[in-house]
Each structure stands twice: as structure tokens, then as C-alpha cells.
């Protein structure tokens, strides 16, 4: 019996700090190195992850390399999205930790999905034509062997960190960037438009990818974890499920992708504690012949502190302000 423990955790930024800048990147790893000790992962997905430049050295993820040190996942492989050149991205890496093989991976950004144009109504200077919507961040998919002893038992981990709710930029129309003070209310809907186009946009070339995997393995066994901005119910979760109450066709029953967050009591399922609410946005989906192997889910949220509230400060509250998600299987 092979037990496999994965994780998902948005790690909020996570850097090193200028000199005197506070939270150092030292308190930030005193109070997050145990939750990493916790998640005991196999398998973890990071979101949020800064890379870092040394002289003469390309842009490495020293920081969370220095946070993994003297857990179970010292010197694991780090598999993250990377710009064309072989460095890392400066801020907002997407990272695949694990000591077991990693067969393959990709990233995808509008490799299976057109970027969508748009002729924004309320810019300043007025679009002439329509513009490109494009994305942040890639999708981070990779292969991972998850019984040595049995070369080819492939697991499809696939982690993404899809768009914030936060209005995409109007030119012309934000007067404080900083405070996120818009011009009109318009154009901060329009700007709310906007970054749900670039939300989906992800969330259907998840879901593309979903099927271009089982098209060529119908048993394939397949994970999409990350921080999704969104909540269970919300149209990009439930497009990367594929439920057959959504499709209409029940031929379709075998690519559906399953929350395992369902099997969280409802007191306790939330990711992002935000105006007094808890909100489950980072969602691990499963296909159902995983399910066979599933034992049971962990979301770590006993310490989150309300990210809303005034004086809620990073200085304050150093660690990050979303809970991880783990999910325990055991492979015969």
C-alpha cells in the first residue's frame, strides 16, 4: 500500500524582504515552516511564489527553498512556471514540490484557449479597436510517478492560480492605485468584468486540458488544485467539473471532476476568511476514479486571521492569509 499525501497552499507573496522591511522573510518562515511540517505532502502545490536574484545567477525560488529546509520536503524537486529563459518568474510562480518523479510537465498560457479582445468602454484615452485580454499566470501541469515500484501509474497533477476578483486596470480611470480608488463606478464594473473574462479564460483551458488528457487516456487519474478565486458554486469551479447536472449528458459521467472539500464539515470548509465570512476559493478536484483511492481531506484554517479587517496588516499577520488544502490517498 502506497499512501500519498497532497497538498495546496497560496503561500501570500512569498519573498525575501529588503533590508529592514517588515515581515522579514526570517518571522514569515518562523510562524509558516510548521504548517509545511504539517501538510506532511507528498505532493504539494504552491501558489505565489517569488523567485530571487543573486549576481551572475539566474532568478531561483531560494526563498522557498529556505522555507522547505528541515521539512519532509528538503531537496525535493521544484517544478515551477518559468518565463522563456530558464530563470523562474519574478513574482507569482506557480511550484510542483515533490521527491517523487516527475515524468513530464508543461505550462499552458492561451495554448488551448484564444486570448480574448476587448474594446473597453470606459478607458481613457477610448480603445480604437480591441485590445488583448491576457492573463497573469500560466497553468502548471506535470507527471508524477507515484509508485516507483510501478513504472507508468501516472498521476495528472494540474495547479493553477486563476484571476482575483479584483478589477483588472482601466486606463485613465483609477485615481489611487494604492487604495484602489476608481473614478466611477463603471469603469470599476467594467474593470470587474474584465478580470472574470480573464478567470474563465482559465478555467476553460483547464478544462480543455482536462479533456485533451482523458482523449488520450480515458482512465487517467487526474488532480486540479490551487487557488481558484472562486467559490464551489461559482461558474469556474463548476466548468473545470463538468458536472452532468451542468452538461445535461450523462456519456459524460467519467469526466467529471470531484471537490473532495464536499467530505469537510460545512463549519470548516473555508480557505480566505474575508468581511466575517469564510470562503473556500483553493479547491482540489479529483476525477472519480480517484475516488476509489481516497481516504479523507485536512483544510488548515485554525489560525486564519480576518484579511478585511482594519489594522489587519502583513506586519501583524506575517503568515499568509489563505489555509492549505490536503488530501490523503492510499494506491494498492
Not at 508543461?106 to 486570448?115: H, P, T
Not at 483511492?293 to 486564519?304: A, F, Q, T, W
Request: aromatic content about 4%; proline content about 7%.
Amino acid at each position: 500500500m502506497t499512501q500519498i499525501r497532497i497538498a495546496t497552499f497560496n503561500l501570500e507573496n512569498f519573498d525575501e524582504t529588503a533590508a529592514g522591511g517588515r515581515p522579514s522573510l526570517a518571522e514569515r518562515i518562523t510562524l509558516m515552516k510548521p504548517q509545511i511540517t504539517r501538510l506532511r505532502a507528498d505532493i504539494a502545490c504552491f501558489q505565489e511564489v517569488h523567485g530571487q536574484e543573486r549576481p551572475g545567477q539566474p532568478r531561483a525560488l531560494l526563498a522557498l527553498k529556505e522555507l522547505l529546509a528541515g521539512t519532509n520536503l528538503d531537496g525535493a524537486a521544484l517544478v515551477s512556471t518559468k518565463p522563456a529563459s530558464d530563470a523562474v518568474f519574478d513574482v507569482r510562480n506557480l511550484v510542483i514540490a515533490t521527491h517523487l518523479p516527475v515524468i513530464k510537465h508543461q505550462q499552458l498560457k492561451n495554448d488551448l484557449v484564444a486570448e480574448p479582445r476587448y474594446q473597453r468602454l470606459t478607458a481613457t484615452p477610448p480603445d480604437v479597436e480591441p485590445v488583448p485580454i491576457g492573463i497573469e499566470r500560466p497553468i502548471l501541469h506535470a507527471q508524477i510517478d507515484i509508485d516507483h515500484a510501478a513504472p507508468g501509474r501516472l498521476l495528472h497533477v494540474i495547479t493553477v492560480h486563476l484571476k482575483s476578483k479584483l478589477p483588472s486596470d482601466i486606463p485613465g480611470q483609477v485615481i489611487d492605485p494604492q487604495k484602489g480608488i476608481w473614478r466611477s463606478a463603471d469603469s470599476w464594473a467594467e474593470g470587474s468584468f474584465l478580470s472574470s473574462m480573464k478567470r474563465m479564460s482559465q478555467a476553460l483551458e483547464v478544462r480543455r486540458l482536462i479533456d485533451q488528457i482523458l482523449d488520450d487516456d480515458a482512465d487517467a487519474r487526474i488532480i486540479v488544485a490551487g487557488d481558484f478565486n472562486a467559490e464551489p458554486e461559482e461558474v469556474p469551479v463548476l466548468a473545470i467539473c463538468g458536472n452532468v447536472e451542468d452538461t445535461n449528458n450523462g456519456d459524460l459521467a467519467t469526466r467529471v471532476l470531484v471537490p473532495i472539500e464536499h467530505t469537510i464539515p460545512d463549519e470548516g470548509r473555508y480557505t480566505l476568511f474575508h468581511h466575517g465570512r469564510g470562503q473556500m476559493i483553493d479547491h482540489m478536484l479529483v476525477t472519480r476514479n480517484l475516488l476509489a483511492h481516497y481516504r479523507g481531506s485536512e483544510i488548515h484554517n485554525e489560525i486564519l486571521h480576518d484579511d478585511s479587517i482594519a489594522f489587519a496588516t502583513d506586519i501583524k499577520y506575517p503568515e499568509s492569509d489563505h489555509a492549505p488544502v490536503v488530501a490523503t490517498f492510499d494506491f494498492d
